[in-house]
């Protein structure tokens, strides 16, 4: 009965697939098949001690209560000098909100800035949630393709071609999910000159900015003249391996910074106490951690990428960020998902479909290198069969 009672929004909101496909994964699994897991975008690794003991010690010491829901003031403060040091422009804590992992800032910030027919453009492929979120308010999604032939960068071209004064939002993601690509400096610099000129706020998702292999990370907010129109996403989840605890932010001007404020209010009320202590002690604390799990991830990425291209059929370029590779399918001149469905139940590898990304990802399949170098071979060696028997 309630089936038909749902209200007609819920028909424009979508989803994330590596989601579902890490549900099949696991019912196979139930039934007895191996699986081996390439489909989930999160770090294997154990979050560092010093961020598990600062936990422990704040439950131990009574942060089990409410707190303020833009985030505790020791964070704000925290991520505002972090923010101030790595992206090089000064940050107030009032400009900071503190949120349940970083999704719920994509979701806030779309939906506090669109009105219903205001343009929005986003990466295609790209992760799905912009998409959805964009939908789900009313807003018209604008994708703009990226391209293999520059390094999975935007095709400036078609971003100049489509924002216009009806644009509400551009969303950038660099590195990115799900290709791995990092626009360059000039290419950013291409997309401030436009969000300028239009008065177009940039929605930055910088998440994975600590998985960056090659050159210098360049964020939009550090251009001249564009904080005051750029809101940064991050978080804790993939830098810090915690992905579990939930922990993310927003740093934006201070009237928007206001309106998420109210949405946390009417939403979460506030992020967990005691893991927002541990958040400052991610940030304050050694960041040996992190760089050992980004050097490992580079050793990673060039065991996959070189595996790939030993594959007949299977071209593979190597993304200088992220922890995703996006290789190159359309030689086995199949649907990307039926490859991607036929790895899973055949070949037992989980792996996702390019279009899950949009439709500019057909012909390329997604695989999250956030997995053991053992877990990779044996995957490697999966797959190549998998496509054997699929020719
Ligand atoms: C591009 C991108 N942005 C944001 C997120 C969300 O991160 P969190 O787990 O902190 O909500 C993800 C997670 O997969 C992501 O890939």
């Not at 704040?58 to 972090?82: F, K, N, Q």
């Not at 960041?287 to 007949?312: A, K, S």
Request: proline fraction near 7%; include cysteine.
């Amino acid at each position: 009965m309630i089936e038909a009672m749902i209200a007609e929004r819920m028909g424009r909101l979508g989803t994330e697939t590596a989601f579902e496909v890490l549900a099949r994964a696991r019912a196979l699994e139930r039934q007895g098949k191996s699986v081996v897991h390439l489909e989930i975008g999160e770090p294997d690794f154990d979050t560092p001690a010093h961020i598990r003991d600062a936990a422990k010690r704040a439950l131990d010491a009574g942060a089990t209560h409410y707190g303020p829901s833009a985030g505790l003031p020791e964070l704000r403060e925290a991520i505002a000098e972090h923010i101030e040091k790595t992206r090089g422009v000064p940050v107030t804590p009032d400009e900071v909100v503190v949120t349940p992992g970083a999704k719920p800032i994509m979701f806030f910030v779309i939906m506090a800035l669109t009105n219903r027919g205001d343009e929005v453009v986003y990466p295609n492929p790209g992760f799905p949630i912009y998409e959805s979120v964009i939908n789900f308010v009313g807003g018209v999604p604008v994708p703009i393709p990226l391209l293999e032939e520059t390094g999975f960068g935007f095709d400036l071209r078609e971003l100049e071609r489509r924002v216009s004064r009806k644009t509400k939002l551009i969303i950038i993601n660099s590195p990115e999910n799900p290709t791995g690509g990092v626009l360059s400096p000039e290419d950013v610099g291409r997309i401030a000159d436009l969000a300028r000129h239009y008065r177009v706020p940039v929605l930055s998702d910088e998440i994975y900015r600590r998985f960056l292999y090659e050159g210098e990370f360049a964020s939009v907010a550090s251009l001249p003249g564009m904080k005051p129109q750029t809101i940064i996403l991050d978080g804790f989840s993939k830098s810090y391996a915690m992905t579990g605890w939930r922990l993310g932010f927003g740093v934006m001007p201070k009237p928007l910074a206001e309106q998420l404020t109210r949405l946390m209010t009417n939403s979460a009320s506030c992020t967990a106490t005691f893991i927002q202590h541990a958040g400052v002690a991610a940030l304050r604390g050694d960041d040996t951690p992190v760089q050992q799990m980004v050097e490992e991830f580079r050793q990673r990425r060039d065991l996959v990428v070189d595996g790939l291209n030993r594959i007949p059929g299977v071209t593979c370029a190597r993304p200088r960020g992220a922890f995703y590779v996006f290789p190159n399918v359309k030689a086995l001149g199949r649907p990307s998902k039926e490859v991607a469905t036929h790895l899973l139940e055949q070949a037992g590898v989980a792996v996702l479909g390019g279009t899950a990304f949009g439709e500019h990802g057909e012909g390329y399949l997604r695989l999250s290198y956030a997995a053991s170098r053992e877990t990779i071979r044996e995957a490697l060696a999966r797959i190549e069969r998998g496509l054997g028997s699929l020719r």
